[in-house]
């Protein structure tokens, strides 16, 4: 079988523009292999299942720092569902309350990785993931 | 000269004596030693490491020329730093009730934060709003919720920070309008907008128009502010958010430095006098984790404006060449575990920033890596401010480190390593065009992912975090804003747009349109349609229509 890199959209939803952390993933799984698009900030949810769906990615990482991810997180998983993209792993990342955790994963999102989570946890997550569904 | 060649002497047989017999019996924990903008750290300074520097010419007096040691020549002695607590949250009915607490609890100025859409020139009912409303700030949609921000505060009395910069002009014309409500004129106002575009295209975010017409707005802003606000700071050209996206301390003061000379070459060619605006430039700086690193950072910062105003651009008087500045405790060097450890950090960057002469202070609270503070970490935060105002005696003394040899040595290097950053933002054509190419983008990035590595190869230890850690229980006592706040925000939009005067809010949205097509000062123009109760949506759409809109070339490094 021949290496299929996985392939990883990194998103900003809402009107959020710290990508400090965004940025250093994207670097960081690509550094691990992965092909990966960064969106840059500002995206709707539309935009960012439209580019997933487009560009064929096995993953979706969301990050959010502005406190809107419990409107926007769910869209994304919504619209990626309603387009097709039902295989799509998605993680995200922020400053995400303990308590909205259960929320968002009830809503499809795999997992939320908290300040201070290693990107080589991260990368471990991303690639038992993928392949568990290969 | 002979003291100079006995120490050296001296130190030379140090080394080959008492060291090195030690270091080989036990190595030092590391092979170098080395602070967040790569500078090596020597083990010891002595009299040779200040050796070549004059000391007039360096360091000098305080509230003179360098201003090394401070801008004002009693510093501290005279008065503490304004206590200036960021905060804003929800509605401006909640906000308010958190300035009178802070206020009562002795905060000595206000700051306020803004929500996104604010900060980005939308209506909290545009599309683009949904989740974002009141969420890390104040959802302010037009002057009536300005009044009720501000009600039962005096703003004769207080000073306010407002972190607003693409609608920095129409949060200022509310501001003047509430104060002008409460019988107090516009030379009476005292505050600050941050107002600082550059690093929003640089390192945060919050841009909506593209370069030139932004730095029109500014320009504006300068002049009417030197005309009608001559006490407010028209600027706070800040190196927090560029420090927070993961630059070194050294990138810090040089971006920082060389987006304040974008905007005073913007002035002068707009055409002002250097000396008529300069004055009121002001600054704002994180405070990071190494302490002796971060006093040595804005040491060297005033040193350089200092520098740069007089010799660069002429600038004869001396509050020309002052770079007062505000400074934030480093958000993000919060942690997430133990969450209580965040106090001792806030507490040592908070005294770095009183070591390094800071004019105003805001320090973080323990809980700001899960969400905005609740009310009991914010009250930790502004005691720890006062903790070292009255307990701990550092204010007694002006610039007490100054003269330390390790101090005064690295406050030179980085200097030397700032002034290497704008020399190469210069050759690029200046700070715009340098963040037009993405280069202080990519030096951030590349910085920041350093600065992740470091963490994670556990170069760097965080307590807590990558050692020390243990299991926690979840830390949930946290602030939370209601959703029901969009749709109460959203219905004091509809009746405020239902109860202004149509006719007026046509005619202003008019005249303003007419004023940025052509180049007339659109303070005035802004200042109109406020008053009008023109939404803070309806005066950035209009600009949008005739300025258009900045797309930012994002790459991964």
């Given at each position: 079988m021949g290496e299929r890199k996985i392939r990883v959209l990194v998103a900003k939803p809402g009107l959020d523009g710290h990508d400090r952390g965004a940025k250093v993933i994207a670097r960081a799984l690509r550094d691990a292999g992965m092909e990966v698009i960064y969106t840059g900030i500002r995206q709707t949810p539309e935009q960012i299942a439209a580019t997933a769906i487009q560009e064929g990615v096995d993953v979706v990482g969301l990050s959010c720092l502005s406190g809107a991810h419990n409107q926007l997180f769910p869209e994304v998983v919504k619209l990626l569902r309603e387009k097709g993209g039902d295989d799509i792993l998605i993680v995200c990342g922020g400053?995400?309350?303990?308590?909205d955790i259960p929320l968002l994963k009830e809503a499809g999102i795999r997992e939320v990785f908290q300040p201070g989570t290693t990107t080589q946890e991260i990368i471990a997550f991303i690639k038992t993931q993928v392949e568990r569904h290969d | 000269m002979k003291g100079k060649i006995r120490v050296k002497d001296a130190y030379g047989r140090w080394e080959e004596t008492t060291l090195k017999s030690t270091l080989k019996r036990s190595p030092e924990r590391k092979e170098s030693f080395k602070t967040t903008s790569d500078i090596v750290l020597k083990r010891l300074y002595t009299p040779l490491d200040v050796e070549g520097s004059d000391y007039l010419e360096e360091v000098g007096f305080?509230?003179?020329?360098?201003f090394t040691r401070g801008v004002q020549p009693t510093m501290y002695r005279g008065k503490h730093w304004t206590m200036r607590q960021y905060a804003g949250f929800a509605t401006a009915e909640e906000t308010n009730q958190r300035y009178h607490y802070l206020l009562n609890h002795g905060q000595t100025g206000l700051s306020v934060a803004f929500d996104l859409p604010t900060q980005i020139g939308y209506d909290s009912d545009h599309p683009l709003c949904i989740g974002e409303v009141g969420k890390c700030g104040v959802a302010i949609d037009s002057l009536a919720d300005m009044e009720i921000l501000f009600d039962g505060i005096p703003l004769d009395k207080v000073s306010t920070s407002m972190t607003i910069n693409a609608t920095a002009a129409m949060l200022l014309a509310m501001y003047i309008a509430v104060a002008e409500k409460q019988g107090v004129a516009m030379d009476q106002l005292r505050g600050t907008i941050q107002n600082d575009i550059l690093k929003e295209y640089a390192a945060r975010g919050t841009y909506i128009y593209p370069p030139q017409e932004s730095m029109r707005i500014i320009t504006d802003i300068f002049f009417f502010c030197k005309d009608h606000?001559?006490?407010?700071?028209?600027?706070?050209?800040?190196g927090y958010h560029i420090r927070e996206a993961g630059s070194s301390a050294v990138q810090e003061v040089a971006f920082t430095l060389a987006n304040g000379i974008a905007y005073v070459e913007a002035a002068i060619e707009a055409g002002m006098d250097v000396d008529s605006f300069a004055g009121r430039l002001s600054f704002f700086f994180g405070a990071h984790n190494n302490f002796l690193e971060e006093i040595a950072k804005f040491r060297a910062a005033r040193r350089m404006w200092a520098r740069i105003m007089r010799?660069?651009?002429?600038?004869?008087?001396p509050s020309s060449w002052m770079l007062r500045f505000h400074t934030q405790t480093a958000g993000c060097t919060l942690t997430a575990q133990q969450p209580d450890n965040n106090v001792v950090r806030v507490a040592f960057q908070a005294l770095a920033a009183v070591l390094g002469g800071t004019q105003s202070l805001h320090t973080n609270s323990r809980d700001e890596a899960f969400a905005l503070p609740s009310e009991e970490s914010v009250a930790i935060a502004l005691r720890t401010q006062q903790i070292i105002a009255h307990?701990?005696?550092?204010?007694?003394?002006?610039?007490?480190?100054?003269?330390s040899y390790a101090l005064e040595a690295l406050t030179q290097e980085i200097e030397e390593r700032a002034t290497e950053y704008v020399k190469k933002i210069d050759e690029r054509g200046g700070a715009i065009k340098a963040i037009e190419a993405g280069f202080m983008q990519k030096e951030i990035a590349t910085s920041a992912y350093q600065y992740q590595r470091d963490i994670e190869e556990k170069n760097k230890i965080i307590v807590g975090l990558n050692e020390f850690a243990t299991e926690e229980a979840p830390f949930t006592n946290i602030l939370k804003i209601s959703p029901d706040i969009e749709r109460y925000q959203r219905q004091k939009l509809g009746k405020v747009r239902g109860q202004r005067d149509a006719l007026k809010v046509q005619d202003a949205l008019k005249a303003l349109r007419k004023a940025a097509q052509g180049t007339e000062n659109l303070m005035p123009y802004i200042l109109e349609a406020v008053k009008s109760y023109v939404t803070l949506g309806e005066i950035a759409d209009c600009l949008r229509e005739v300025f258009g809109e900045y797309k930012e070339r994002t790459t991964i490094t």
């Open positions: 400053i995400i309350p303990y308590d | 305080p509230g003179e020329y360098p606000l001559p006490q407010w700071n028209t600027i706070s050209i800040s010799e660069r651009f002429g600038a004869q008087k307990e701990s005696g550092v204010v007694e003394i002006i610039d007490p480190l100054g003269g």
